[in-house]
């Protein structure tokens, strides 16, 4: 039975997971052969991105809620059947409009997917082992991410891109028959009522502030109906932070927040990848656009983030044994976001080599602070509160993504309006790397801030060890 419950479940898990990551890393390699065939531009098409993960941020506190009440196994397979059929739209899109509503579709899925499983993971699971198995869940998932860039640039060179999205159906099918089969369908007992109210102002919310700040830059879109959209999301948070302190079940549950390792883990968390999640949409658009590589080419230099991260994952447990979370994640955020901006130094004639074991090293920094991140955040949170603390960080990881996305693409826009430069060059892009790093480095705050034993259950470290 141990082995039923804490290696099995955290490897079906992974499947989901697997399917996310690499489809996420493979559109990346492809987006400027993507925008060349439905006639728009990388940067405009940066609103396919986000709206996938606009989706995953409005949908993702629901699905807490629905596995409380439908049971894990029925909304993870409801999820992936979801996700296979929005890839299948966004394969025969034609235009920008029908591919962004297709990935919203994607996104749809992928809320359910990933803060499913991780509930699903958190309840199979002992505490005290759960570094090892987020380091275990998270290990096959990135053979995704190893695989996403060089698959995707070869079959966009050497075939279509419109193959990138229907690999996911035969991935989808295997994960479908390994929930079907192995996947509990776990219920609460007595779940909390639907937050219809809470809902309706996290959708608006979310939706108005990350859909206005990434197309207030587009030229298909108004600049009023942008801003609109900005103040219906400002309005509409404001209003649900009011709401959930007198809320009984709140579908984003703020008063976590008061947790000081949740706290870190989210909060901190958010503003790291603010940082780390501009960087997949930056590099591909650096080597392609800016040094003239190919899509296979570009996939073969940035899968090297993904091998180092791979290769970090195996050596989690044993970092946050001997030096503890706090003093693991606040040094290492510097780490990350070093190697985050050194990216900026690259320049045509850069040696292919460096390039690599650039983002190695940064795949390897990066992968140890999400790890510690997505493991501290539940450190001290009752497991009666489990679901709701699952929506809420994955709430926020998918949101900081998208911001980061968001405020790349900003940090190009401005550079070549400095420049006054009509195309996107290689110029453009130091500035918008030396932005997200120094984002990436003001996570260290929250992390300096924890108590100096948090999470020592979780990692079996001594404080007196630092």
């Not at 099995?8 to 993507?34: C, G, H, K, Q, R």
């Not at 591919?99 to 579709?105: G, S, T």
């Not at 030096?323 to 004639?349: D, E, H, K």
Request: proline share 6%; aromatic share 10%.
């Amino acid at each position: 039975m141990p082995l039923t419950r804490e290696r099995l479940v955290p490897f079906i898990v992974a499947v989901a997971l697997f399917m996310e990551n690499m489809d996420s890393t493979v559109i990346a390699t492809a987006l400027p052969a993507i925008a060349a065939d439905i006639g728009t531009s990388p940067i405009e098409l940066k609103l396919a991105v986000t709206s996938y993960l606009l989706a995953l941020a409005i949908f993702i506190p629901v699905s807490g809620w629905m596995a409380d009440r439908f049971g894990a196994r029925t909304i993870f397979r409801t999820a992936i059947v979801v996700f296979v059929a929005g890839s299948v739209l966004c394969a025969v899109s034609g235009a920008l409009w029908h591919f962004v509503l297709a990935r919203f579709l994607q996104g749809m899925g992928g809320a359910m997917m990933s803060p499913v499983g991780r509930l699903v993971l958190i309840r199979a699971v002992d505490k005290s082992k759960l570094v090892d198995a987020m380091a275990l869940v998270t290990l096959p998932a990135l053979i995704g991410p190893l695989l996403g860039p060089p698959l995707g640039g070869f079959l966009t060179t050497y075939a279509s891109w419109h193959w990138i999205f229907f690999i996911n159906v035969p991935i989808g099918i295997i994960g479908f028959v390994l929930v079907t089969k192995f996947v509990d369908n776990v219920k609460a007992e007595v779940p909390d009522p639907f937050d219809t109210v809470g809902m309706a102002l996290v959708a608006l919310g979310i939706g108005g502030l990350a859909f206005g700040s990434t197309v207030i830059s587009v030229r298909v879109v108004p600049l009023a109906a942008s801003l609109t959209l900005l103040a219906v999301g400002a309005a509409a948070t404001f209003a649900y932070v009011l709401y959930a302190r007198r809320a009984p079940a709140p579908v984003i549950d703020l008063s976590l927040l008061a947790l000081p390792t949740f706290r870190a883990g989210v909060a901190g968390g958010f503003v790291f990848r603010v940082g780390a999640g501009a960087l997949p949409f930056l590099m591909p658009l650096l080597l392609q656009i800016g040094f003239g590589m190919t899509p296979f080419e570009s996939g073969m230099v940035t899968f090297a983030t993904a091998f180092g991260a791979m290769v970090m994952k195996t050596l989690v447990p044993r970092i946050l044994r001997r030096f503890g979370f706090r003093a693991t994640m606040s040094v290492n955020a510097l780490l990350a976001a070093g190697t985050i901006a050194a990216c900026g130094l690259f320049v045509p004639g850069t040696p292919v080599w460096v390039m690599i074991a650039v983002l190695l090293t940064g795949g390897l920094f990066r992968s140890l602070q999400f790890t510690s991140v997505n493991t501290i955040a539940f450190a001290d949170v009752e497991p009666r509160r489990m679901s709701r603390a699952t929506s809420l960080a994955s709430v926020s990881q998918q949101l900081s993504v998208s911001t980061g996305v968001t405020v790349g693409a900003l940090a190009l826009e401005t550079a070549m309006a400095v420049r006054g430069d009509a195309a996107l060059t290689a110029a453009a892009f130091p500035p918008a790397f030396a932005t997200i790093g120094l984002i990436a480095a003001a996570s260290l705050i929250f992390f300096l801030r924890m108590p100096a034993d948090a999470g020592a259950e979780l990692a079996r470290h001594r404080s007196g060890q630092d």
